[in-house]
């Protein structure tokens, strides 16, 4: 009970936070709202704030997991294969070097022992994809930059995972294994590859091979479709698990999967329509929820973390690990992007900037929680981490303003594309009225156009409902007029759409959203058996 009751608050709160941003907060990034209300919900007495990183196995395999299954399905198969050397030195080299300066700096800056220094900097290498939008939004990132920044995302958090692993074992055994970490990373990283690739490819092949049988059209009172749906959102999770079983890198796994995914879905768009057009919906559903609740999860944590029980003995100490481990890993990103990547000085300074870490840096954190590092060692961790992710999304916030370039605030776009469906509205009505209708369809799709520009009020709807009740339904012959009706209104406001399509170029992005929200007008009007 105390698990579904975290869950739901946890859902809940995802709500609230989407809301509220797009209410009263559109200028900041939904994922500082979701912040906030994870700080706020954190002094819910009845809550169990240890329910989202009391157990991080649970959090990377239900939360981290499909959501770069997701994330992967926005880059391509053949570029990420192509770009391949540039990943390995970002994810694997870069990030080697980030943790040994880092770590060699706060042994001697601040004196601690090396294995627990490495520990420290082998917690804040991952950067997290999720949390990049957070201090960009409203602005324009250089596209080569964002590519490194996510291709970095996708596969760095094997290489945390494997140096926090060596780090530990040194300061558990007092003993450094270099060729076996080494040979771990190897057999994880290749590991999850292939394992990613295989059971990526068995399941593309089984999902066509189904499809091209007999799924294509589907009559009866249930879609088969939907058992592969079912399927395909299942996947990360299930493959998550099954690779970590195998003792190999199920993060990798699920990202190889998910690029394997795109590679289908680009060559199988129209194979099965109704599969394609649900599971990307569900995925940007699943997506977005995931995102939100992994930051509610992180104001939850920083606030646990600040907990007067978990402080360490010398918060000062913390706070200035924190610092260190911050600027390493920002001097380390910037110079290796400088000189090795070749990027430009202001990309070079992007890319270092925008290394923003989360929730993910937090879960590796609580890893050690099961191990025997000491508490007051694991809780010292804990706040300097806290303390690294609070710079790593403070810092790019203030300092993008000030480098990057403004794109059209969504409240300008929305303006914009406002004025522009009006005209799309008022151009269908004006073709409308050339030909004849009967009075009471006349009524109906004058008030369902002008919904569609919100100028229908409650009033006016109580009324549409009203009358929906109390008059009979409508005989065959008649629904069928009124919906080839509504469909001519819509290919109309399709029609007006395409004639300035070419006019307004920074507004594309929306004008396709746009166009979209009319073709699935038009679906809702076609009959099932259609």
């Given amino acids: 009970m105390q698990v579904l009751y975290g869950i739901t608050v946890l859902v809940l709160s995802s709500c609230l936070a989407m809301i509220v941003q797009n209410w009263f907060l559109r200028n900041i990034s939904v994922n500082y709202v979701a912040l906030g209300i994870g700080v706020l919900i954190a002094f819910i007495p009845q809550f169990d704030s240890g329910i989202f990183m009391g157990n991080p196995e649970l959090f990377m395999g239900l939360v981290v997991a499909p959501l770069l299954f997701f994330e992967g399905q926005k880059n391509s198969l053949y570029a990420i294969a192509r770009s391949w050397k540039s990943i390995v030195s970002i994810t694997v080299i870069m990030i080697v070097l980030a943790t040994v300066i880092a770590a060699f700096g706060i042994k001697w800056l601040i004196g601690l022992a090396l294995p627990l220094s490495f520990i420290l900097a082998a917690i804040s290498t991952p950067t997290d994809a999720t949390a990049t939008e957070s201090v960009t939004h409203g602005l324009k990132m250089p596209s080569k930059v964002s590519k490194y920044l996510q291709s970095e995302s996708l596969f760095n958090d094997a290489s945390g995972i494997i140096l926090l692993e060596m780090a530990t074992t040194w300061y558990l055994s007092k003993k450094l294994e270099i060729t076996h970490t080494i040979t771990s990373f190897l057999y994880s990283a290749g590991g999850g590859i292939l394992v990613g690739l295989l059971v990526a490819g068995i399941l593309v092949l089984f999902r066509q091979k189904l499809v091209r049988t007999n799924l294509r059209f589907v009559k009866g009172s249930y879609n088969p479709a939907n058992a592969l749906i079912a399927i395909y959102l299942l996947t990360p999770f299930l493959l998550y698990y099954f690779a970590e079983w195998l003792h190999i890198s199920g993060i990798i796994a699920v990202v190889v999967a998910g690029l394997v995914h795109r590679a289908e879905l680009e060559r199988s768009r129209l194979t099965n329509i109704y ?78 900037l925008g290394g923003i870490h989360g929730a993910v840096t937090f879960a590796l954190a609580y890893t050690l929680d099961h191990t025997l590092i000491s508490s007051n060692n694991f809780h010292l961790i804990l706040f300097s981490e806290a303390v690294l992710i609070i710079l790593s999304m403070v810092i790019p916030t203030v300092l993008f303003k000030f480098i990057l370039p403004k794109q059209k605030t969504d409240l300008e776009q929305e303006a914009e594309i406002n004025k522009i469906r009006r005209k799309m509205v008022d151009y269908a009505l004006t073709e409308l009225d050339k030909i004849y209708l009967p009075k009471k369809i006349r009524k109906q799709i004058k008030f369902d156009l002008n919904a569609q520009i919100n100028e229908t009020s409650m009033q006016d709807f109580l009324r549409e409902l009203k009358k929906s009740i109390k008059n009979p339904e409508l005989s065959e012959n008649e629904r069928e007029f009124r919906d080839e009706v509504y469909r001519y209104a819509f290919r109309l406001e399709r029609n007006y759409l395409g004639q300035i399509a070419q006019q307004q170029d920074e507004y594309r992005s929306s004008f396709k959203s746009l166009y979209r929200q009319i073709l699935l007008a038009e679906v809702i009007f076609l009959r099932d058996e259609e």
């Fill in 275 to 352: 599969m394609i057009y649900s599971s990307i919906q569900l995925s940007n559903f699943i997506s977005d929820f995931l995102n939100t609740i992994v930051f509610i999860g992180l104001g939850l944590t920083i606030v646990e973390t600040s907990d007067g029980a978990l402080l360490p003995n010398r918060i000062d100490l913390a706070i200035w690990i924190g610092i260190i481990l911050y600027i390493a890993n920002v001097l380390v990103r910037y110079l290796y992007s400088f000189f090795v990547e070749k990027l430009s000085n202001k990309d070079a300074w992007i890319f270092a």
